[in-house]
């Protein structure tokens, strides 16, 4: 079993979960992180690092985010390691805690110009 990055992470992107993982794990898209779920070691430090509760065990991802193991698990082997912890996007707090942002996902990879991450 592996932890995933759901829903709450699209267009926050808040790095704290990339600074604690021991196992460099996180993978940075345009908008969201995702954990690879062959490198994750279930340490569970990411889940209390998330300011936006954006993390879950597998088994406990919530019915309504399921589709986020898959996501998780596709993107995580087409996007850049990220392992520094970067600033929040900058309209963070406007889709803090809002529904339905699972259209939002961007599936292109984290830009080099980019300066946000989760």
Known sequence: MTYVVT?????????????VCPAEAFHEGANFLVIHPEKCIDCEICVSACPVDAIFFEANVPPEQKEFVAINAQYAHLWPVIV???????????????PGRRQ???????????????
Do not use: F, T
């Open 7 to 19: 829903e709450n992470c699209i267009n926050c992107k808040h790095a704290d979960c990339v600074e």
């Open 84 to 98: 520094e912890k970067k600033p929040a996007m900058p309209d963070a707090e406007y889709w803090h805690g809002r």
């Open 104 to 118: 939002q996902l961007d599936p292109n990879p984290a830009s080099a110009k980019e300066s946000y991450a989760c």
